[in-house]
């Protein structure tokens, strides 16, 4: 099989995968919208989801973070963001967040932490963005200060962490040695009840909760340690470059819905004597939609299957599969938004949710601006080789 063609048996589990978040999943965020209209009505803010996140354990969707490939990851992400975003985030933050303790940490962490959070029981967080350090993450302030024989204190804040401050643990990444880099870097295991971590949500467009983390001197021994000290950007990376290429599907997934949508509009609309796709200037953009998807789509699976074969350019071509899928959607989502007009803003439309849906992943993971840095350096690394 190559990436760029999909056998029967892929194409039948995300056809199924489609239908099981179209029938389990959606009405638990319909059930979860409501009760979120009615917090916000008492001044509360929004809560994660926990009975859609038990359900993605339920079906063994949150399993197949830690035992499927890249390009299954990447299909899972496509398949459940063509129908139920809420769904695919959910997954998602589940395996950014636990996939360190996944690959790097002790037997101890990973059989107190990754049976419940592949049940879906308890939340995962990964808390690397802080308010001066978001796309670089080589200038992490937050402290690890060394207390004793015991460990750490960390001091400092977190930014901008997707499920916090709701999250039961979360993957920290702290500076260990001053005005190192990110060779001064280490990734801590912390429990969200370690005394002196508190958080606060943040009001964002992103459907999904994003808090901030303060850390009062909280401590850390070696037995929170995620991989060796002074390693910690390893493990950052590590994850970063496993999932972005499935940040493309999650975009590539939007695209798609984008488009199904639109095709539909199109085709039904009466315009000027006719059908709205009768229009040279209409078709000509919807084709243009369709196309971009398509090679996204493309750049996502390949991208993927290189991460698969653990070939030795992952990192530039997962950059590639986030960068481009990315803006795609971006650009798919906003033609289809113009060409449905007016109706596509109003609030509750499959297309109001996904414009506000589509613009953060050109930021997380990595911003679009870092995807090239990151090509770029690839790219003369070679040509200086």
């Known amino acids: 099989m190559t990436a760029f063609s999909l056998n029967p048996e892929q194409i039948a589990r995300c056809a199924r995968l489609r239908e099981l978040a179209a029938e389990r999943l959606r009405p638990l965020v319909a059930a979860h919208a409501a009760g979120e209209q009615a917090a916000h009505a008492a001044g509360e803010q929004g809560r994660v989801n926990r009975p859609l996140t038990e359900a993605l354990g339920e079906l063994g969707l949150l399993e197949g973070l830690f035992t499927s490939g890249a390009l299954d990851l990447c299909l899972m992400r496509e398949s459940l963001a063509r129908v139920c975003t809420e769904a695919e985030t959910a997954l998602a933050l589940q395996g950014l967040g636990a996939h360190p303790v996944h690959a790097y940490g002790s037997m101890e962490q990973r059989e107190h932490w990754l049976p419940p959070t592949r049940a879906g029981r308890a939340i995962a967080a990964f808390a690397l963005s802080e308010p001066g350090a978001g796309s670089d993450a080589a200038a992490l302030a937050l402290r690890a200060e060394p207390d004793g024989s015991a460990g750490w204190r960390l001091t400092g804040e977190k930014s901008w962490i997707s499920n916090a401050p709701e999250a039961d643990f979360y993957t920290v990444f702290a500076r260990t040695s001053p005005d190192a880099g990110a060779r001064g870097v280490t990734a801590f295991l912390v429990p969200a009840d370690r005394a002196g971590l508190t958080g ?47 940040v493309g599907a999650f975009a590539v997934g939007m695209a798609q ?129």
């Open 200 to 246: 606060a949500p943040l009001d964002m467009l992103s459907p999904h909760p994003i808090g901030t983390l303060a850390f009062d001197g909280v401590r850390v021994s070696a037995a929170d340690l995620l991989g060796d000290v002074n390693h910690g950007f390893r493990v950052a990376m590590t994850t970063l470059n496993r999932f972005r290429p499935s």
């Open 257 to 385: 819905a984008a488009l199904d949508a639109t095709l539909a509009h199109t085709a039904d609309r009466d315009a000027f004597g006719g059908k709205l796709k009768d229009l040279q200037g209409v078709s000509h953009q919807v084709a243009e939609m369709a196309t971009r998807t398509e090679a996204a789509r493309l750049l996502v699976y390949a991208a993927a299957a290189a991460y698969d074969r653990d070939e030795p350019d992952i990192a530039g071509r997962a950059a590639m599969a986030k960068l481009f899928a990315t803006e795609t959607a971006q650009f798919v989502v906003d033609t289809a938004v113009q060409l449905h007009g007016a109706r596509a803003l109003q609030r509750g439309h499959l297309l109001e949710h996904l414009y506000r849906e589509v613009r953060a992943p050109r930021i997380y993971e990595g911003a679009s601006e870092v995807q090239r840095a990151v090509i770029a350096k690839e790219l003369y690394g070679k040509e200086s080789s």
